[in-house]
C-alpha cells in the first residue's frame, strides 16, 4: 500500500512510523525544511529552551511502544515529585492547589463561601444543551471556583476562554463524570471505586514526562528513521479522489507536482487541512475553517538561583483572568526536568497571549520578554534582570474545541466514512496533548493497515 502522509508534527510522524513498521509505503509531505511542526528543541547558552511543548502525560501505552522502537526509552525523565506543587495567583499572592482535606480547608485560594459552595454540587441536575466549560462549572460547583480554579486551568491547557470552549469536546472525562454518574463528586468516588476493580488508573494521576535532551528528540528520531520517505519543503496545495486513489498536488522548490496514493493521512492544521481539501470536500473544508487557532509567545526566562527570593519547589503558577495581569502563567522548567539550565541558574517558561489576550502574543519578542519579567518579577520577587532570554512565536498556536467542535468532527467521520483510506490525524481530532497525537496515530495506522 502506498500511503501519503500530509504534515511532520507529530501526529503524521507517528501515524507514518506505524505504517512503515506495519509494512506500508510511506511519503510524509512537510512544508517547512524540518519535521516536529509545534515541537521545538533548542539548547542556547546552556538553557534548554522548548517553543511548544514542554513536557506530556504518560495516558497511554502508545509512547513507550514509540520510545522502544525508536531505541530512546532511556531518554524519558519524569517530573520532580515536587511538581505536584502547582499554584494559582490570587490577590497577588501564589497560593498552592491543595492536596488534601486538610490543605483544602486552610487554604486562601477561596473563600469560605466559595468551598461551601462545592458541597452542593452532588445536588446539581444535569445540562439539557451543549454547555461552555465556564456554564458547566458555575453551574455544578459555583463562579469562584471557574475564575480560581478552571480560567487559569483553561490557560494553561489551551490558552483557551472557557466560556468559548465545549465541556463535551475539550474535556470530556468531566462532561463524562456528570453523564455517567450525574455528579462529579460521585463520579470521582465511582469511578475510583470502578478504576480500582479494573486495575486502571485515572488519566489525571498519568505521570508526566520529558526527554532528556528537549522534546525535540521525538520527532527528530521518527524522522531520522523514516529518512527519505519525508519530503521537506513540499507544501501541499490540494488532494483530489477519483476511485480508490487520492492524488496529492504539491509545490518543492518552486516547482509543482503531483503524485497518486491508495490512501492519504491528513496531518496539518485545521486552517491548511480546509485549504486542501477546498475544491475536493467543500463542505468539509468549511467546517474544518471554523477552527480556531489563537496566538501565543512563549518567553524562556533564566536568572541566578539567588535573584529569586521564593521556593521554587513546584510546577510553577497559573493565572486567573480576574487577576488582570499579561501573562497566562509561568512553568518553573528547571524545578521539573534536570538539566534546563546551567549550574546556579534558574529557567522559566511563560505563556503570553492565547484567547484571553492576543494582541500581547503579538508584540515584538524584546517586548514579549519585558512583559514577562517584569510580570514575574513581581509575582515571585525576582531581582534584578534575566541572564537569559529567548523568545518563540505561535501565530495560530492550539485548536479550540469551542461550541460546535462535536459537529465539525462528526462531518470529519462522515467524510472518512465516505473515501475509504482518507484519515484526519491531527491535534484537532482527539486530544491537543503530545501523548494523544502519538496514539491517534497509532489508532490511525492501524484502521489503514486492516
Ligand atoms: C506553545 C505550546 C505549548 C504546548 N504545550 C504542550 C504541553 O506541555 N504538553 C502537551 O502534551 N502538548 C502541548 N502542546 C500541544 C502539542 O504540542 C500539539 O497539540 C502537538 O504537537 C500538535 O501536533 P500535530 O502533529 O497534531 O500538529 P502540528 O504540530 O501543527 O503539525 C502539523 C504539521 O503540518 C505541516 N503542514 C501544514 N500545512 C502543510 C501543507 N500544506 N503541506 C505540508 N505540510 C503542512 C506543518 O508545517 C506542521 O509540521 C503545546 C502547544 C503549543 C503551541
Same mark, same amino acid.
Given at each position: 500500500?502506498?500511503?501519503?502522509?500530509?504534515?511532520?508534527?507529530?501526529?503524521?510522524?507517528?501515524?507514518?512510523?506505524?505504517?512503515?513498521?506495519?509494512?506500508?509505503?510511506?511519503?510524509?509531505?512537510?512544508?517547512?525544511?524540518?519535521?516536529?511542526?509545534?515541537?521545538?528543541?533548542?539548547?542556547?547558552?546552556?538553557?534548554?529552551?522548548?517553543?511548544?511543548? %514542554?513536557?506530556?502525560?504518560?495516558? %497511554?501505552?502508545?509512547? $513507550?511502544? /514509540?520510545?522502544? $522502537?525508536?531505541?530512546?526509552?532511556?531518554?524519558?525523565?519524569?517530573?520532580?515529585?515536587?511538581? +505536584?506543587?502547582?499554584?494559582?495567583?490570587?490577590?497577588?499572592?501564589?497560593?498552592?492547589? @491543595?492536596?488534601?482535606?486538610?490543605?483544602?480547608?486552610?487554604?486562601? /485560594?477561596?473563600?469560605?463561601?466559595?468551598?461551601?459552595?462545592?458541597?452542593?454540587?452532588? *445536588?446539581?441536575?444535569?445540562?439539557?444543551?451543549?454547555? &461552555?466549560?465556564?456554564?458547566?462549572?458555575?453551574?455544578?460547583?459555583?463562579?469562584?471556583?471557574?475564575?480560581?480554579?478552571?480560567?487559569?486551568?483553561?490557560?494553561?491547557?489551551?490558552?483557551?476562554?472557557?466560556?468559548?470552549?465545549?465541556?463535551?469536546?475539550?474535556?470530556?472525562?468531566?462532561?463524562?463524570?456528570?453523564?455517567?454518574?450525574?455528579? /462529579?463528586?460521585?463520579?470521582?468516588?465511582?469511578?475510583?471505586?470502578?478504576?480500582?476493580?479494573?486495575?486502571?488508573?485515572?488519566?489525571?494521576?498519568?505521570?508526566?514526562?520529558? =526527554?532528556?535532551?528537549?522534546?525535540?528528540?521525538? !520527532?527528530?528520531?521518527?524522522?531520522?528513521?523514516?529518512?527519505?520517505?519525508?519530503?521537506?519543503?513540499?507544501?501541499?496545495?490540494?488532494?483530489?479522489?477519483?476511485?480508490?486513489?487520492?492524488?496529492?498536488?504539491?509545490? =518543492?522548490?518552486?516547482?509543482?507536482?503531483?503524485?497518486?496514493?491508495?490512501?492519504?493521512?491528513?496531518?496539518? @492544521?485545521?486552517?491548511?487541512?480546509?485549504?486542501?481539501?477546498?475544491?475536493?470536500? !467543500?463542505? =468539509?473544508?468549511?467546517?474544518?475553517? +471554523?477552527?480556531?487557532?489563537?496566538?501565543?509567545?512563549?518567553?524562556?526566562?533564566?536568572?541566578?538561583?539567588?535573584?529569586?527570593?521564593?521556593?521554587?519547589?513546584?510546577?510553577?503558577?497559573?493565572? !486567573?483572568?480576574?487577576?488582570?495581569?499579561?501573562?497566562?502563567?509561568?512553568?518553573?522548567?528547571? &524545578?521539573?526536568?534536570?538539566?534546563?539550565?546551567?549550574?546556579?541558574?534558574?529557567?522559566?517558561?511563560?505563556?503570553?497571549?492565547? &484567547?484571553?489576550?492576543?494582541?500581547?502574543?503579538?508584540? !515584538?519578542?524584546?517586548?514579549?520578554?519585558?512583559?514577562?519579567?517584569?510580570?514575574?518579577?513581581? /509575582?515571585?520577587?525576582?531581582?534584578?534582570?534575566?541572564?537569559?532570554?529567548?523568545?518563540?512565536?505561535?501565530?495560530?498556536?492550539?485548536?479550540?474545541?469551542?461550541?460546535?467542535?462535536?459537529?465539525?468532527?462528526?462531518?470529519?467521520?462522515?467524510?472518512? &466514512?465516505?473515501?475509504?483510506? *482518507?484519515?484526519?490525524?491531527?491535534?484537532?481530532?482527539?486530544?491537543?496533548?503530545?501523548? $494523544?497525537?502519538?496514539? %491517534?496515530?497509532?489508532?490511525?495506522?492501524?484502521?489503514?493497515?486492516?
Amino acid at each position: 500500500m502506498k500511503i501519503a502522509v500530509i504534515g511532520a508534527g507529530i501526529s503524521g510522524l507517528s501515524a507514518a512510523h506505524f505504517l512503515k513498521k506495519g509494512g506500508a509505503a510511506v511519503t510524509v509531505f512537510e512544508r517547512h525544511s524540518a519535521p516536529g511542526g509545534t515541537i521545538g528543541t533548542k539548547v542556547v547558552d546552556g538553557y534548554l529552551v522548548e517553543g511548544g511543548p %514542554n513536557s506530556t502525560s504518560e495516558t %497511554n501505552f502508545v509512547i $513507550d511502544e /514509540l520510545l522502544s $522502537d525508536l531505541s530512546i526509552g532511556d531518554e524519558k525523565v519524569y517530573a520532580d515529585e515536587a511538581s +505536584k506543587h502547582r499554584f494559582i495567583l490570587r490577590n497577588g499572592k501564589l497560593h498552592a492547589l @491543595p492536596g488534601g482535606p486538610g490543605s483544602f480547608i486552610s487554604t486562601k /485560594l477561596w473563600t469560605l463561601g466559595g468551598k461551601l459552595r462545592l458541597f452542593a454540587e452532588p *445536588f446539581v441536575g444535569r445540562a439539557e444543551y451543549e454547555e &461552555s466549560i465556564a456554564d458547566f462549572v458555575t453551574r455544578r460547583l459555583g463562579s469562584e471556583f471557574l475564575d480560581y480554579a478552571i480560567n487559569p486551568f483553561v490557560a494553561g491547557v489551551y490558552a483557551g476562554s472557557p466560556s468559548d470552549l465545549s465541556v463535551r469536546a475539550a474535556f470530556p472525562k468531566l462532561y463524562a463524570l456528570e453523564e455517567k454518574y450525574g455528579g /462529579l463528586l460521585k463520579g470521582a468516588v465511582l469511578g475510583a471505586r470502578e478504576r480500582k476493580k479494573r486495575g486502571t488508573r485515572a488519566k489525571a494521576s498519568a505521570k508526566l514526562f520529558s =526527554l532528556r535532551s528537549g522534546m525535540g528528540v521525538l !520527532p527528530a528520531t521518527i524522522a531520522r528513521e523514516l529518512g527519505d520517505a519525508i519530503r521537506y519543503g513540499a507544501e501541499v496545495g490540494s488532494v483530489n479522489s477519483a476511485g480508490a486513489q487520492f492524488t496529492v498536488n504539491f509545490t =518543492l522548490n518552486g516547482k509543482s507536482d503531483s503524485y497518486t496514493y491508495d490512501a492519504v493521512v491528513l496531518s496539518a @492544521p485545521a486552517f491548511a487541512a480546509a485549504a486542501i481539501v477546498k475544491s475536493w470536500l !467543500p463542505e =468539509l473544508s468549511s467546517e474544518l475553517s +471554523k477552527i480556531k487557532y489563537p496566538p501565543v509567545a512563549v518567553a524562556v526566562l533564566g536568572y541566578k538561583r539567588e535573584q529569586v527570593k521564593i521556593d521554587l519547589r513546584g510546577f510553577g503558577f497559573l493565572v !486567573p483572568e480576574v487577576e488582570n495581569r499579561k501573562i497566562l502563567g509561568t512553568i518553573w522548567s528547571s &524545578s521539573i526536568f534536570p538539566a534546563r539550565a546551567p549550574e546556579g541558574f534558574v529557567e522559566f517558561t511563560t505563556f503570553v497571549g492565547g &484567547s484571553r489576550q492576543p494582541k500581547l502574543a503579538s508584540l !515584538p519578542n524584546e517586548e514579549i520578554a519585558r512583559v514577562a519579567h517584569e510580570e514575574n518579577a513581581a /509575582l515571585m520577587r525576582i531581582s534584578g534582570s534575566p541572564a537569559f532570554r529567548a523568545v518563540s512565536k505561535w501565530d495560530r498556536a492550539i485548536p479550540q474545541y469551542n461550541i460546535g467542535h462535536l459537529s465539525i468532527l462528526d462531518a470529519v467521520r462522515h467524510v472518512e &466514512s465516505l473515501h475509504k483510506g *482518507f484519515y484526519i490525524c491531527c491535534n484537532y481530532k482527539d486530544g491537543i496533548s503530545v501523548a $494523544d497525537c502519538i496514539a %491517534n496515530g497509532k489508532s490511525t495506522a492501524e484502521k489503514l493497515l486492516a
